[in-house]
């Protein structure tokens, strides 16, 4: 069974053109916490730490997601920033795995957008000024796509380099555990 | 008696196959006095991590039972020999590096102290291979050791007080430091890692007293810099000439060129010289960096008072697979043609198994001691490592079943020395690579590696071997197999019993003249440490490892990794597909002794 969110915004909505297997998502920072993912109901009570408030959505985010091109250059950039000497093709090596539904940090756009810009204390550095915003967002697309958060039709279905893993189109997708702070949540046949 | 414990698990295997043809004699050269403690990761200078003791042996050694256990508070690769002097165990464990002295003088040996250096956490994404440390080193009442975010330290080995801090690595630059120091007279010999990161490869001496650097050995640059003067006799021509150190590569590339020196140091006090390996050069894309690359991969002989260099032989010139050469040097003295020569023993990750004039740097011997596919051996004249050309990797091209990987026919991990069976107990891998370059970028503080690798087993399909290795004549006596690399070192003692651990968690007592399992015991978690032997207080044998899987192959676990990617751990992720199903992370001591 998948599932199927629905996101809700103060700004208003966004959508985009559905493939079938796209989503159709809609924002909303404020919403309460008591969600069923997966069929779990999930606490109303949060840890303060690590998954901090959803934050704000941001436009940009969304449209590189949307377009093959730029998760494509998204992936080619992981590999010239050097993203894949610490996170290898996805799994991880000094830096954690990207492909799993683990997030230190927080699975949303907007949150791998401040672990590339800001750098994270244990050792992810900072590329502040180092990469202009509009690849920063190609990698964060792209980072989203090693884990299946995107869809099917936009993630890269094959490598320039020797295959070591699945194209990321292949990679199943994860279901991170911040993913269901949403609104509405249902069920999908 | 059948002892359940004492059975063999499905993954392991003693083999002594036609054609290994190894003998045992005993060795009559000069060994170190054993003083029943163990106050450097590698035991002697020599290195031979042997111990006289033999209150446990073969007889005896299937009733070793846990005396009592530490548990170090970090689920990260212990890679650390604990030291025992001063009737205390120090134990250094992986980031944040804290110090722990341990009271043997009474039951369980409780916490006398620990000391907390507070290492920058961003160290964490600068090691290239875990968290992990080598060890400690005890002299003079201070215990010294390095941090994984670059400095050497010394603390007072009663107090647990910091008696002074350097700092020697540039973090900012992706140097890292991990290994276990040693103390020569009143100097402190350390070496840095970063090998991966595009550091540039240096080994320091500091003053005990204070810590002051008295000397610092680049491994590339200028002659000046690698401290090549008046008393460099190099044997072979391809080490002779000036500034090699530059010339050997593209203009300016040595500054970035590697080299570290994250190994073992061995000591001759008799010629007093210090031997040690550098490591890889940078990045490991060979395409980049046209040259020998002086003067990594190989083996420096250096002067202990001044560090000046005396010879430097290179296993792996322009080296095409991350073959570092800091492997440790274990110093004997061995019959060769009938006359005995001062020689130094390496297990090279490049395959083979070099017998060396330590006093001149000639290679005596250079025997394949694994599968390989990428060399046909090392011309003695020369001293040349004879490459199969199609094995060369190649930007944008695949080129499959290079053997050995690039962690080598043995990495790290260190053998020891029987004075007894005459027979080196070597663990190492038996694996196979898929590599393919790509073009490498230079980013401060990021990976410089330029390489995409695939790891798997060689023939056999076992990865790790624990082998007994014959100096004399070359060969093999015997051998067990491992599912898995064997990423633990080995201690052999004078009770003819071989201790090592497996990535599975397996402590094993292995009969030192037959390679058949006498003992084990599961520990919590995986091993990749080096285990130590002594003399307790109350006059018992005592038997110590750390257990807790991690270091390069096992950040699979410790860093929870997804092996649906082959490169994950750079290249692991394929070999060690289900060790998170095996193992899981740990980090706890165990001591045995007889009941």
């Known amino acids: 069974m998948k599932t199927e969110l629905a996101w809700v915004t103060l700004a208003g909505v966004l959508m985009w053109a559905g493939g079938c297997k796209r989503e159709q998502r809609v924002f909303d920072p404020g919403a309460a916490q008591s969600q069923i993912a997966n069929g779990v109901v999930l606490n109303e009570v949060h840890a303060g730490a690590e998954h901090l408030q959803e934050p704000s959505p941001s436009p940009s985010g969304t449209k590189y997601e949307q377009s093959a091109y730029a998760v494509g250059e998204g992936k080619r950039l992981f590999e010239s920033y050097n993203c894949s000497g610490c996170h290898q093709h996805g799994g991880g090596g000094i830096g954690p795995a990207l492909m799993d539904a683990e997030w230190i940090y927080g699975s949303h756009p907007e949150q791998i957008y401040s672990d590339i810009v800001q750098g994270r204390p244990n050792g992810m550095p900072s590329f502040a000024g180092k990469i202009p915003e509009y690849q920063v967002w190609e990698l964060v697309a792209y980072v989203r796509s090693m884990s299946g958060q995107l869809p099917e039709d936009v993630a890269p279905s094959r490598s320039d380099e020797m295959a070591v893993t699945q194209a990321e189109q292949a990679h199943p997708k994860e279901h991170p555990p911040d993913e269901s702070q949403h609104n509405v949540q249902r069920g999908k046949q | ?595």
């Open chain 2, 1 to 595: 008696m059948l002892l359940s414990g004492c059975q063999k698990s499905a993954t392991q295997e003693v083999m002594q196959p036609a054609g290994f043809g190894g003998v045992m004699h005993p060795y009559s050269g000069p060994m170190e006095k054993d003083d029943e403690e163990w106050v450097r990761a590698t035991k002697d200078y020599a290195n031979t991590r042997y111990s006289a003791l033999d209150q446990i042996n073969t007889s005896n050694v299937a009733n070793l039972k846990v005396a009592w256990t530490f548990n170090t508070g970090v689920a990260r690769g212990q890679e650390a020999a604990p030291i025992i002097a001063n009737n205390t165990m120090y134990v250094v464990a992986p980031w944040p590096n804290k110090l722990f002295a341990l009271d043997l003088t009474k039951p369980g040996a409780p916490l006398k102290w620990s000391y907390d250096p507070n290492p920058s956490p961003a160290a964490k994404g600068e090691a290239c291979c875990d968290l992990v440390n080598r060890g400690a080193v005890y002299a003079d009442g201070k215990v010294f050791y390095n941090t994984l975010d670059g400095y050497t330290v010394a603390v007072n080995a009663d107090s647990g007080k910091l008696a002074w801090r350097t700092r020697m690595g540039n973090l900012a630059l992706g140097e890292t430091m991990t290994m276990a120091p040693m103390v020569v007279k009143d100097k402190v010999l350390v070496g840095d890692s970063g090998g991966e990161f595009g550091v540039r490869g240096w080994v320091a001496a500091l003053n005990t007293k204070d810590g002051k650097v008295v000397w610092q050995a680049y491994s590339t640059g200028p002659d000046k810099d690698v401290l090549i003067g008046d008393r460099f006799k190099p044997f072979y021509d391809g080490d002779k000439g000036q500034d090699l150190g530059v010339k050997t590569w593209p203009p300016d590339a040595w500054r970035i060129g590697g080299g570290t020196a994250w190994g073992f140091m061995a000591y001759d006090p008799a010629q007093n010289l210090v031997y040690y390996g550098t490591a890889n050069p940078g990045p490991w894309n060979p395409e980049v960096r046209p040259g020998t690359n002086k003067w990594t991969s190989g083996v420096f002989a250096r002067d202990a008072d001044t560090g000046q260099a005396v010879w430097f032989y290179q296993m792996s010139p322009h080296d095409l697979y991350d073959w570092d050469g800091i492997n440790e040097n274990v110093l004997l003295d061995l019959p060769v043609q009938g006359q005995t020569r001062k020689v130094l023993i390496r297990a090279d990750r490049n395959g083979y198994l070099y017998v060396i004039d330590r006093t001149t740097g000639q290679v005596l011997s250079a025997t394949s001691y694994v599968y390989t596919t990428t060399t046909t051996g090392v011309d003695l004249k020369t001293g040349e490592l004879q490459r199969v050309p199609e094995k060369e990797p190649k930007t944008g091209q695949e080129i499959r079943n290079i053997c050995p990987v690039a962690p080598g026919a043995k990495d790290w991990q260190p053998m020891s020395f029987s004075p007894r069976t005459g027979l080196l107990y070597v663990p190492h891998e038996n694996m196979c690579m898929d590599e393919e370059g790509v073009t490498p970028n230079y980013i401060a503080g990021t990976p410089y590696v330029g390489a995409n690798v695939r790891y798997y087993a060689g023939p056999g399909g076992n990865e790790g071997e624990l082998m007994a290795w014959d100096p004399l004549s070359g060969k093999k006596v015997w051998t067990v197999t491992d599912k898995y690399p064997m990423w633990s070192g080995t201690v052999v003692t004078a009770g003819d019993v071989v201790f090592y651990g497996t990535m599975d968690g397996w402590f094993r007592a292995a009969d030192a003249r037959t390679g058949k399992t006498l003992w084990q015991f599961k520990t919590g978690s995986g091993i990749v440490g080096q285990p130590v032997t002594y003399r307790g207080p109350d006059g018992k044998q005592y038997v110590a490892i750390l257990s807790g899987i991690g270091g390069w192959p096992g950040a699979i676990v410790s860093n929870n990794l997804d092996t649906r990617d082959d490169t994950a751990a750079n290249g692991w992720g394929s070999a060690l597909r289900d060790l998170k199903n095996v193992t899981q992370a740990g980090g706890t001591l165990y001591v045995f002794s007889l009941p």
